[in-house]
């Protein structure tokens, strides 16, 4: 394929053939006749695996960015790759440009790897229209991977409105019985939300003539994310991006839409809604809302953060009361995302990076409660959790799949859920942006020389009692419909699960434990991106410190050089790391008085290192490690 | 696949572990009794077990030193570690035989799967002694003439590893964790081979060693682990097999619900360890002991750590108050009894509870700033030594008897740590190990030859039919009353002359110390009584026990447990002797004798270092050699008094206890009902947030939100549809009407303007 625009040369066009294959397969199912609906499972099962297969070539990725052979970077976006880029519409200045980086990947794969999962699960929970859901399963998979994989504004746009059509007729068509309601409601929450987007990615998109290099306008990722915007611009601009990825995600209150929704949509739906179609709301937030608007970000952090933890403890204890299995996963969702949304808000690499793997844990675990509540609701045909009981004993195997899932997502640590929350939390602890100004700094009496640390820690806190919640209202779902005697007659002779509910089951399990074990397999791909991705966010957070702030850190950053055994900075340290002032010589005898008010006394070894410290400091490459002289 | 709820071939029910059914006998009990049990399932199989556990553990052995040397320890010099791959070994022999266990268990024979869940955690045990083994070798001169132990690491993997969050999955083997593996699989292996027998008619077999196994493995992870994350796994993970395995008979809701609540309970407890760690990461910038140790013990780089101290140690404290069952955390176990009973033996008695106490020993570099934490620890812990033990003084199951003792035992051990008494801590820690675990499993023989009877009111004069359990059972209650001479007598002993030697080290409260010592000794005194009292009861007098019923003794993989435990209970106190009794003959290597009056002592002293610099105080040991002649005396007069007086009212038909609960109904009452301490939780805590739970659910979410504001807006676009539509009805005199409202309200606005 002909390299175009500074591209490299395209090996193989990798993204488009995972958009396009789905809907090759729509279209050959759509051919096929209707009363063949074992063909329609099959040819929609092949289509699945086949693009699963594919896009493990994008493991490929490299998040060095040493070889250029493997993948194929752009100069225009030096932080993706497998970058594909043609001419779509010239007149509007889109492209059709995709790439993926270490925020997409997996995602992307996450997708793909839920598909053949969920065609297998409907093979005995759809049994009408078998070839119509076949189709919407397919085309909202290539809505899905197009809106994760586009870099170009117009292009996400189109994917992301396609990926409601057929969760639309999903819901409408093989939902509950109060599907109608929920599908109007779903919609018109969804709609609202892209439409104020619409219009404010129209209106960056007549800022772009100022940042072209020809002066028209373009709808190129590149491009949106250059356009100079007043601060007051940008206020309004991200509120309409955030509040269309908030109410995908759901973030609290707009979260309504969610229950009734995953009430009423078929296992499927559910398990596709809530592994990937929520996350596009923080993918967007991602890619979109927050680059785009660096400093609107960081003041509006606090508040996202606050609605993040209220979203989390209110899922929770709204979950602990639902007489309904599904509407209990699905509240719990509530909770999950939240975490999600806080690490974003938190802005540190790691409530970043825990953002991002709680999007993937959670689809897995939430994803397979999901499939779980389908099994037992394909047996009995209810869901409410008073109708069951005991059912471990005749379930056995359903039983341990069903307890290994809860724990995941229950977030016990070996297990995936565990690691992304602790992450967010973690990282949210540490921020630097979670406070609303200097007069509020709270627990300063408790907390020392923290400063605006401390109220970040009071949203980790807050947010870490959702881990209470969760074991309880988990386990005690669990208990009621697994443990216990068997009250109902009609549960006795439950089968146990079959072959094929073993074979959709089983990769989702290991899932659970390999992410949990061996996070670092796919965080690994994802510093670099996460570091891209703070560096935007930078010059936000900078605007954001406060004097006060900027003295705590340089004196925590001068307490700490001391200590030998502290890990050093790391390579790929926080954009953060590098923004510490460096330490003045002012400073040295507030940390000796801190020292003496502490009850502790510097002996001759103390004062010598911290006097070299200090000359280190003030020095123009001051700031080294005083073991190393 | 993995059937982990399989309970076997044969409907459980029928052979229900039904410990609440106290009476009637003579059906559906069959799970212990009607199978014939002269020869009892586990008893003639066990030489079988022990033969293929010597023949294959040490054939691995030699396998294991033959591929890494002699227990792989190698020397790093880029790093100045040991390493050694054993380590993984010793963490991954139980893990292996859970997954075995787990994953084929139940298509494999009964001797097999015990075989297998004893081999794992036997192994575990040999490699454990290999290591700790090498671990003595790795002397190093150290200050003051002291020898340290250099430590053991085995870094494995990165585990998570986003910026300077960095966690590496790695453990270290220090004399701490080296005392602490020891118990685990030590006793461990004793209570698997125990298992074998107590659950021989259990057809869930299987998932009961997997479970087994697996806690085995979280509370290795928990003890070995480098980080305080890895420490959290593992307190997770022994959390999750705790719920397993007190919900293990799962069709008894009771006993499923109190599996959740041991779960929740802890939660509550590790929500605040994970504060905790956010605090010492602010600070710190690493979750690993032993940089927190270093930052914490270097005057420079204290500062920060300083600064959190007091918050971090407290929330970490609270994380132990769930584990170890202290006040307000200790709700969950009595009803953890639920579970069979070698579980509450092992987890419930000698290792998992045992983990605040391990956790606050190592980090006790970090406790040591926070003078206020500690103080807080010994009231927590000997408020709860004392409350515990005047429950148990009027429980009538024998389980409950021992879980509150329990509760009242880890107390003493926070009161330890809480003084600054790490050694004696961990001392009490193993001691306890040993007696509780033999007192668990002797109760369990006795449920188990009593068929599932566990009320003391219904037992009597066992000891005529029960010789074995009936001596062993006696070792356990001397050691934990305190009777010179035997484990708990040393350790207990320590303790409180430690809590009241700080009254001269310049304890910031000296009052506070002597009122914790009078606890101290006044729970000392209710152990042995309360003991005692459950000793006479089960053993002596007349029998109480059901008609129908044939006690019998202990089947010999359940006896071997027990005499092993009890030589232990009897003997384990010498490791500490106290230097006024003379103490025992150290031999140091490369400095000469030395007397050492305590082994334990000398062995941890390099992990206390650090706080026993800032507590090295003390005083001079001549001066006080009386004081502590005197506590001893005040402390074993009123262990042997209690005996005494428990001899007197439950050894011989005595009408006083009934007249005491009479005339005192009302402490009577209240101490039955355990102070109402769960039910005063539900009315605060769990109702309230189920009615907080309704309301968001029912109000917010479907009034405020979907009712005002979804179908709000949507009214409200109606309404405007309604009146726009009112506008245009096609009358046009309305129209020109409104054309001059129109300009009239264009000339006024241009008019004042």
Redesign the interface.
Same mark, same amino acid.
């Given at each position: 394929m002909q390299a175009t625009d500074g591209f490299m040369t395209v090996s193989m066009p990798i993204l488009t053939l995972l958009i396009f294959l789905p809907i090759l397969g729509a279209i050959l199912t759509a051919f096929l006749p209707r009363e063949e609906s074992g063909l329609h499972r099959g040819v929609a099962l092949t289509f699945g695996l086949v693009t699963f297969a594919l896009s493990l070539v994008l493991l490929k990725y490299d998040p060095d960015f040493s070889s250029t052979t493997a993948t194929v970077v752009s100069s225009r976006f030096p932080t993706m790759q497998f970058v594909e880029s043609y001419g779509w519409i010239d007149g509007l200045g889109a492209r059709y440009t995709v790439g993926i980086d270490g925020i997409s990947l997996w995602l992307v794969l996450l997708t793909t790897f839920l598909q053949p999962i969920m065609i297998l699960s409907t093979f005995s929970a759809v049994t009408e229209r078998v070839k119509e859901f076949m189709i919407a399963l397919l085309v909202l998979q290539a809505g899905m991977i197009g809106a994760l994989v586009a870099l170009d504004g117009l292009l996400f746009y189109i994917f992301w409105e396609l990926m409601l059509i057929p969760m639309y007729f999903m819901i409408g068509i093989w939902g509950g019985a109060q599907r109608h309601y929920a599908t109007l409601k779903f919609f018109l929450y969804t709609m609202v939300g892209s439409l104020l987007m619409l219009i404010a990615l129209l209106y960056v998109y007549f800022g772009t003539d100022a940042v072209t290099a020809g002066g028209g306008y373009s709808f190129s990722l590149a491009e949106l994310m250059a356009v100079p915007l007043s601060e007051g611009e940008q206020y309004w601009l991200f509120g309409a991006f955030a509040l269309a990825f908030a109410i995908k995600v759901p973030l609290f209150p707009f979260h309504t839409w969610l229950p009734d929704a995953h009430v009423q949509a078929p296992t499927a739906g559910s398990v596709i809604l809530a592994g990937v179609l929520l996350k596009m709301g923080t993918y967007g937030l991602m890619r979109y809302a927050m680059p785009m608007f660096p400093e609107a970000m960081v003041t509006f952090a606090p508040w996202i953060a606050v609605l993040s933890v209220i979203g989390i403890v209110y899922g929770a204890v709204v979950a602990m009361v639902q007489e309904d299995v599904k509407k209990l996963v699905a509240y719990s969702s509530v909770s999950h995302l939240g975490f999600c949304m806080l690490g974003l808000a938190a802005l540190t690499p790691q409530s970043v990076e825990g953002a991002m793997y709680v999007m993937l844990a959670h689809g897995v675990a939430t994803g397979g409660l999901f499939l779980a509540v389908g099994v037992i609701y394909e047996r009995r045909h209810t869901r409410l959790i008073a109708d069951f009981g005991g059912l471990a004993k005749v379930t056995p195997v359903f039983a341990t799949f069903f307890m290994i899932i809860v724990f995941t997502s229950a977030g016990v640590p070996g297990l995936a859920g565990f690691v992304g929350e602790f992450l967010v939390l973690m990282g949210a602890s540490q921020s630097q942006v979670l406070h609303f100004g200097e007069a509020t700094y709270w627990f300063e009496s408790v907390s020392g020389a923290m400063g605006p640390e401390a109220n970040a820690l009071v949203f980790a806190g807050i947010a870490a009692s959702g881990v209470i919640f969760g074991a309880v209202y988990l386990l005690w779902m669990f208990q009621r419909v697994m443990f216990g005697p068997i009250k109902n007659p009609k549960n006795a002779k439950m089968q146990d699960l079959g072959v094929r509910e073993v074979l959709y089951m089983t990769p989702l399990l290991v899932m659970c434990f390999v992410m949990g074990l061996f996070p670092e397999v796919f965080m690994s791909r994802m510093h670099s991106s996460v570091d891209a991705f703070m560096e935007q966010m930078r010059p936000g957070i900078q605007a954001k410190l406060t004097a006060e702030q900027r003295q705590v850190m340089q004196l925590s950053a001068q307490v700490n050089l001391g200590a030998p055994a502290s890990p050093a900075p790391a390579a790929s340290a926080p954009s953060m790391e590098a923004a510490k002032p460096r330490p003045s010589a002012g400073d040295e005898a507030r940390v000796r008085e801190m020292i003496r008010s502490r009850g502790f006394k510097l002996n001759d070894e103390g004062k010598k290192r911290i006097q070299r410290l200090h000359r280190g400091a003030a020095a123009p490459q001051g700031g080294a490690q005083p073991s190393e002289q | 696949?993995?059937?982990?709820?399989?309970?076997g071939a044969s409907d459980?029910?029928d052979h229900g572990h039904d410990d609440h059914g106290h009476g009637d006998h003579g059906d559906g009990h069959g799970g212990h009794g009607d199978h014939g049990h002269g020869e009892h399932g586990g008893g003639s199989s066990w030489w079988m077990y022990l033969l293929g556990f010597l023949v294959l553990a040490p054939t691995l052995m030699c396998l294991f030193n033959g591929v890494v040397g002699s227990s792989g320890v190698s020397y790093n010099p880029a790093t100045g570690e040991y390493s050694s791959p054993i380590l993984m070994a010793i963490i991954l022999a139980p893990a292996i035989g859970a997954v075995i266990n787990g994953t084929i268990g139940q298509k494999l024979p009964r001797p097999i799967v015990n075989l297998v869940g004893c081999a794992a955690i036997g192994l575990a045990f040999l490699f454990s002694i290999s290591a700790v083994g090498s671990l003595m070798g790795l002397e190093a001169p150290a200050a003051e003439g002291h020898m340290a132990h250099q430590p053991i690491v085995y870094n494995a993997?990165?585990?998570?590893?986003?910026?300077?969050?960095?966690i590496p999955a790695k453990f270290v083997l220090d004399p701490l964790s080296a005392v602490m593996i020891l118990i685990i699989t030590g006793i461990g292996t004793l209570i698997h081979i125990y298992s074998a027998g107590y659950m021989s008619h259990d057809p869930a077999y299987a998932r009961f060693f997997t479970y087994l196994n697996l806690f085995c493995f979280a509370m290795l992870i928990l003890v070995l682990g480098g980080n305080m994350?890895l420490t !959290? @796994?593992g307190w997770?993970?022994v959390g999750?097999c705790s719920?397993l395995l007190i919900?293990f008979w799962? /069709?008894?809701?009771a006993k499923?619900?109190a599996g959740?609540k041991a !779960? @929740?309970v802890n939660?509550?407890g590790?929500?605040a360890f994970?504060?905790g760690?956010?605090?010492i990461? /602010?600070a710190?910038?690493?979750l690993?002991y032993?940089?927190i140790t270093?930052?914490a013990t270097?005057?420079?780089?204290?500062?920060?750590l300083?600064?959190?101290a007091?918050?971090a140690t407290i929330f970490i404290f609270i994380g132990c108050t769930g584990k170890s069952a202290q006040i307000p955390l200790f709700v969950w176990l009595p009803d953890a009894m639920a579970g069979p009973t070698p579980v509450s033996a092992l987890i419930h008695a000698a290792t998992m509870v045992t983990a605040g106490v391990y956790l606050i020993a190592r980090m006790n570099a970090l406790f040591i700033l926070a003078p206020t934490t500690m103080w807080i620890v010994v009231v927590v812990g000997g408020v709860t030594a004392l409350m515990a033990a005047t429950i148990a003084v009027v429980q009538n199951d024998i389980k409950k008897v021992l879980a509150y003792s329990t509760v009242s035992q880890l107390g003493y051990m926070f009161m330890a740590v809480g003084s600054g008494a790490l050694t004696a801590g961990v001392f009490h820690l193993m001691t306890h190990a040993f007696f509780k675990a033999l007192l668990f499993l002797g109760a369990g023989a006795v449920i188990h030859g009593l068929h599932d009877e566990q009320d003391i009111r219904k037992m009597g004069g066992l000891r005529k039919s029960m010789p074995i359990i009936h001596w062993t059972f006696l070792v356990g209650c001397i050691a934990i009353a305190g009777v010179p001479g035997f484990a708990g007598f040393f350790s207990k002993d320590e303790i409180l002359w430690n809590v009241f030697a700080q009254v001269h080290a310049g304890a910031p409260m000296p009052g506070l110390h002597v009122v914790m010592w009078i606890v101290g000794v006044l729970t000392a005194g209710l152990t042995a009584f309360y003991m005692f009292r459950l000793y006479f009861l089960t053993f002596h007098g007349e029998s109480r026990v059901a008609a129908g019923v044939t006690p019998h003794d202990a089947p010999a993989a359940m006896a071997m447990p027990l005499i092993i435990l009890a030589a232990l209970s009897a003997v384990g106190g010498y490791l500490g002797v106290p230097h006024i009794l003379g103490g025992l003959v150290h031999w140091i290597p490369g400095i000469g004798e030395a007397m050492s009056h305590h082994i334990l002592h000398t062995w941890l002293e390099q992990v206390f270092t650090p706080s026993a610099n800032a507590l090295s105080i003390r005083f001079e040991h001549d001066q006080e050699v009386v004081m502590e002649w005197v506590t001893m005396g005040v402390s074993v007069v009123v262990a042997l008094g209690a005996i005494a007086a428990s001899w007197m009212l439950y050894a011989r038909p005595s009408d006083v206890p009934k007249t005491v609960a009479e005339r005192a109904s009302l402490p009577y009452k209240i101490l039955s009902n355990k102070y109402y301490v769960d039910e005063l939780y539900a009315l605060l805590f769990v109702k309230p947030?189920?009615l907080?739970?309704?309301f968001?659910?029912k109000v917010?979410?479907e009034v405020l939100?979907?009712l005002l504001?979804?179908n709000g807006a949507a009214w409200v676009m109606e309404s405007m549809g309604a009146i726009g539509k009112r506008l245009q009805d096609g009358n046009v005199q309305r129209y020109a009407g409104y054309v001059v409202l129109g300009l009239g309200a264009i000339i006024f606005l241009l008019l004042i303007k």
């Open positions: - | 696949m993995i059937p982990m709820f399989a309970m459980h029910d993997f990165k585990w998570i590893w986003v910026g300077n969050f960095q994350l !959290f @796994v997770e993970g999750l719920y919900g799962y /069709t008894d809701d499923a619900s959740k !779960f @929740v939660r509550v590790d929500f994970i504060i760690m956010f605090l990461f /602010t710190a910038e690493s690993d032993q940089a270093q930052l270097t005057p420079e780089t204290a500062g920060p300083m600064g959190i007091t918050a947030t189920l907080i739970g309704r968001f659910h917010v979410d939100i979907d504001l979804v």
